[in-house]
C-alpha cells in the first residue's frame, strides 16, 4: 500500500454481493463469483471487495481515516482584493500556525531546541527522527514535506521546507531561505527575480515581503525579521533555554551564533 494511501473501510463480502445484484447484475454471476470467492482467504476475499469499489461496481470507498498530507489554507472570502502585503500577511502566520501545531502533534518537535533538562529525551527522539528522514528521503522527494508533517520532527529546515510547500499549495509564492549561521526559514513574496541576498531586507523590493520562521515561532515582515529573531533568542536566554549546535549546546545568544546571523548576508537556497 502506498505511504500516503487512505485507509479504506471495506463492506463484507456478503454485502458486496447484495449490492450487485441490486446494481443489476445477475444473479447467477453473481452466484458464481460467490463460490470461487468461498476457497480465497480471508486477504483475497477484501482484495475482492477493493477492487469492486475501485471498478465502481459496488459503491464508493468509505475512507475511515485519510493520511497526514500538506493541505491548502483555507483562505477567507475576498483574499482575491486583498493587497500583496496583507496576503503575505496571511500565508505567514497561517503556516506558521500550522507547521507548529504539526511538530506538536507527535510530542517531538525540534531536535536542536533544549527547553529544560527534562526536556533531553524528547530532543534525542526527535534526533532520531530527523536524522531517519534525512538518510532514507531526498529532500528533492516529491513527498518529503508529507513525511515531515507525519513524523512530527523536524528542524529549521524541515520546517522551512513544510512552510514553503503550505504556502505554495495554497497560491502564494515562498522560498527557501538560509542564514549563514546554519538557520533555514521561508520567505513568503518578496522579488520575482531570484536575488542574490540580503542581510536584514531593508530594500524597497521587499516591502511587501512576509518572513515564517516557525522553528523560532516568528512570522513577521521582511524587514523586522533580523530583530525579531535576536529579540527571540534573547527571550530563550532568559528562559533557560540551550541550542544544540552540532553535538554541542549553545547559549541563545552566543555571540558567534547571533553575530553571523545579524551581519552576514541571507541568501535564497
Not at 471487495?49 to 470507498?61: D, K, T
Request: charge should be neutral; glycine fraction near 6%.
Amino acid at each position: 500500500m502506498p505511504l500516503d494511501a487512505n485507509l479504506i473501510s471495506l463492506p463484507k463480502l456478503n454485502t458486496a454481493f447484495k449490492e450487485l445484484e441490486r446494481a443489476g447484475y445477475l444473479k447467477e454471476d453473481v452466484d458464481a463469483l460467490e463460490a470461487t470467492c468461498k476457497a480465497f482467504t480471508e486477504e483475497q476475499q477484501r482484495e475482492v471487495v477493493y477492487q469492486l469499489q475501485r471498478s465502481n461496481a459496488i459503491g464508493e470507498a468509505n475512507i475511515a481515516l485519510r493520511p497526514n498530507r500538506v493541505s491548502q489554507l483555507a483562505l477567507p472570502d475576498g483574499f482575491a482584493t486583498w493587497t500583496q502585503g496583507q496576503q503575505n500577511e496571511f500565508y505567514a502566520r497561517r503556516a506558521k500556525d500550522s507547521v507548529n501545531h504539526a511538530m506538536t502533534a507527535t510530542g517531538l518537535g525540534p531536535s536542536n531546541q533544549i527547553r529544560s533538562a527534562g526536556d533531553i529525551a524528547r530532543s534525542d527522539a526527535a534526533y532520531t527522527t530527523i536524522a531517519w528522514l534525512r538518510e532514507t528521503v531526498p529532500t528533492s522527494a516529491l513527498n518529503h514535506a508529507n513525511l515531515i508533517l507525519k513524523s512530527g520532527a523536524g528542524n529549521c529546515s524541515e520546517m522551512a521546507l513544510l512552510s514553503k510547500d503550505i504556502i505554495k499549495k495554497s497560491g502564494g509564492r515562498a522560498y527557501q531561505w538560509r542564514a549563514s549561521v546554519d538557520h533555514a526559514f521561508t520567505v513568503v513574496g518578496g522579488p520575482t527575480v531570484r536575488p542574490l541576498g540580503t542581510i536584514n531586507f531593508s530594500g524597497a523590493e521587499w516591502a511587501d515581503a512576509w518572513i515564517v520562521d516557525p522553528w523560532a515561532n516568528i512570522a513577521c515582515p521582511a524587514r523586522e525579521y533580523t530583530q525579531k529573531f535576536v529579540e527571540v533568542m534573547r527571550q530563550w536566554e532568559l528562559d533557560n533555554m540551550q541550542i544544540m549546535m552540532g553535538a554541542s549546546p549553545i547559549s541563545p545568544m552566543n555571540s558567534d551564533w547571533v553575530n553571523g546571523f545579524t551581519t552576514k548576508p541571507k541568501t535564497p537556497l
